[in-house]
Antibody
Framework: QVQLVQSGAEVKKPGASVKVSCKAS????????IHWVRQAPGQGLEWMGW????????NYAQKFQGRVTMTRDTSIRTVYMELRSLRYDDTAVYYC??????????????WGQGTLVTVSS | QSALTQPASVSGSPGQSITISCTAT?????????VSWYQQHPGKVPKLMIY???NRPSGVSNRFSGSKSGNTASLTISGLQAEDEADYYC??????????FGGGTKLTVL
């Protein structure tokens, strides 16, 4: 069955970087895009960007341009999201989600369990 | 400010029907053909409920339906049940191959 398993919770200081992983199983890894979506405490979902797991191509939300990098390692079926220069308002649960766009149309059919990133001094 | 506007909250009694709207405020949402809806219970992962405006994934109750008129998409839940109480988010594909979410709607079952 399709699974996206994310790395564990992180606590970082302002100005630091965080790298969250998302390990995929149960489907053809390179056949899909993976997106990252975050949710600050008590707030809504915010789209951050996607990575093409085949080519490694990326597309980031303008808000995160220059501060986020998404990469993948096809040998271990894992996608990474690195966010730099962390601020207090980056405290959020970060989700990875699989996109069906390469197969049918764009929507997120499977989600990771979420990774809480806390930015605190 | 999101390119998709949803009401902050809606409510209904068990057995009733409710509708959550999602209005595109930007022309960047690619003709608004690819609208999807997600349900999120507190502390849980979002769950796909509707895709491509009106298609329901297997396993999702047929009490959930989607539609679109002009630049407003809607999610309707009929025969409201206590378990439907959750946050609901619409999402759309955009012309620049990005995605956008609405601000979310909190559904309260009275």
């Amino acid at each position: 069955q399709v699974q996206l398993v994310q790395s564990g919770a992180e606590v970082k200081k302002p100005g630091a970087s965080v790298k969250v992983s998302c390990k995929a199983s149960g489907y053809s890894f390179t056949g899909y895009y993976i997106h990252w979506v975050r949710q600050a405490p008590g707030q809504g979902l915010e789209w951050m960007g996607w990575i093409n797991c085949n080519s490694g191509g990326t597309n980031y939300a303008q808000k995160f341009q220059g501060r986020v990098t998404m990469t993948r390692d096809t040998s271990i079926r894992t996608v990474y999201m690195e966010l730099r220069s962390l601020r207090y308002d980056d405290t959020a649960v970060y989700y990875c989600a699989r996109d069906q766009a390469t197969v049918t149309t764009p929507f997120f059919d499977y989600w990771g369990q979420g990774t809480l990133v806390t930015v605190s001094s | 400010q999101s390119a998709l506007t949803q009401p902050a909250s809606v409510s209904g009694s068990p057995g009733q029907s409710i509708t959550i709207s999602c209005t595109a405020t930007s022309s960047d949402v690619g003709g608004y053909k690819y609208v999807s809806w997600y349900q999120q219970h507190p502390g849980k992962v979002p769950k796909l409920m509707i895709y491509d405006v009106s298609n329901r994934p297997s396993g999702v109750s047929n009490r959930f339906s989607g539609s679109k008129s002009g630049n407003t998409a809607s999610l309707t839940i009929s025969g409201l049940q206590a378990e439907d109480e959750a946050d609901y988010y619409c999402s759309s594909y955009t012309n620049s191959d990005t995605r956008v979410f609405g601000g979310g709607t909190k559904l309260t079952v009275l």
